[in-house]
């Protein structure tokens, strides 16, 4: 058995060459910082925290309303109604409906609505907020903003989406807007 393993190994020695010779020809790099060489700046993108959130979410979208329907798998899927970004004064509630891509843990998503463009509004003021808790099984989700008074004041609002357990400046994933017209 030993004698067989050793022709093959001479065998394979005059086929390919000695292994130090194959060896020879691979190229040799530099030897690079792990950062360097695992993630090249040029081959990522920054992440904009200022546009709608991406990743976790399938698709997100603001919406006049919103219905529930039976999916594929038995599941209640939540649907946009009249998706838009503009928005009547008199509207009763702006909604942001979401789809998920498969998670493995269960968290909130949470909506906080501040004034972007409103004469007289400070843009840090709070004007609307709202959370959905995602259990493991769901799949899609809803927000639901509602206005201070029984009107919202025309302009142009920003709500920042954020994930985890509550709201913190390490929770942000975007940030979408809409803009309320005086009809």
Known sequence: MTRLLFILIALATLIVGPASA???ELPITKNLPIPEFQNRPED??????DAPPQGMFRSITMAEGF???LGFRQTHEIVPVNPTEQFPANAPAIF????????YQ???VFGRCVPEDIPGVDPGTIMSEDAMHMALEDESGYLKLLPQQERWTPGRYKVEIHAGEQVSEMSLIG????TIVAK
């Not at 942001?96 to 998670?103: A, D, K, P, R, W």
């Not at 940030?175 to 809409?178: G, I, L, P, S, V």
């Open 22 to 24: 194959w060896a020879g």
């Open 175 to 178: 940030t979408m807007r809409f």
């Open 67 to 69: 219905e529930e329907e």
């Open 44 to 49: 990522a993108a920054p992440y904009n925290f």
């Open 96 to 103: 942001i409906v979401f789809t998920l891509h498969q998670h």
């Open 106 to 108: 269960a968290f909130k």
